[in-house]
T-cell receptor, first 113, second 112 residues
């Protein structure tokens, strides 16, 4: 398996535009996590899915953020409209069980200007 | 309030030397504690996961300790290499992923 795959690796967009980040988890992993990392706040869990169902989205900062997992091999994190304070590195991770090792993707570096 | 404090914030050591990174937490209930290594520009990679009953766990030159009574953990790196230069993040799980509490990490630089 190639590991968790995220796209794009880098995204630069203007304030107000819609941004969609994509993630392909490791095959067979039942859990998928979206994280955000900034210098100021470190790593933050945004939302996680179990068997494609969102379980906890309490980390999603506001209604501008939404995440979907239409099938076991694909998830998206959407920001609409984007703002400069959304600039961060967004990581997707997957794991077999809730408390087993989580494997992270390479991340998407988002810059909103 | 659940918190994970890591020290030092940053550290510079010479290649071949040992070092120890600290993690103190106030997370309750406690499920497990994880150490991650994050290279610049890459995602975190798991080094160890320790449960309540585990005191020591090794992964090559990395050895993690856990004292659940004092709520302290350490990550010891033996015979450091240039490739050990990275951020090391301590993460404590309170039972479900939504209860993960992250430390802000220790930035380690290994020099010649």
């Amino acid at each position: 398996d190639a590991g968790v795959i995220q796209s794009p690796r880098h995204e630069v967009t203007e304030m107000g535009q819609e941004v969609t980040l994509r993630c392909k988890p490791i095959s067979g992993h039942d859990y998928l996590f979206w994280y955000r990392q900034t210098m100021m706040r470190g790593l933050e869990l945004l939302i996680y899915f179990n068997n494609n169902v969102p379980i906890d989205d309490s980390g999603m900062p506001e209604d501008r953020f939404s995440a979907k997992m239409p099938n076991a091999s694909f998830s998206t994190l959407k920001i609409q409209p984007s703002e400069p304070r959304d600039s961060a590195v967004y990581f997707c991770a997957s794991s077999l069980q809730i408390n087993t090792e989580a494997f992270f993707g390479q991340g998407t570096r988002l810059t909103v200007v | 309030k659940n918190q994970v404090e890591q020290s030092p914030q940053s550290l510079i050591i010479l290649e071949g030397k040992n070092c120890t990174l600290q993690c103190n937490y106030t997370v309750s209930p406690f499920s497990n504690l994880r150490w991650y290594k994050q290279d610049t520009g890459r995602g975190p990679v798991s080094l160890t996961i320790m449960t309540f009953s585990e005191n020591t766990k090794s992964n090559g030159r990395y050895t993690a300790t856990l004292d659940a009574d004092t709520k302290q953990s350490s990550l010891h790196i033996t015979a450091s290499q240039l490739s050990d230069s990275a951020s090391y993040i301590c993460v404590v799980s309170g039972g479900t992923a939504s209860k993960l509490t992250f430390g802000t990490g220790t930035r380690l630089q290994v020099t010649l």
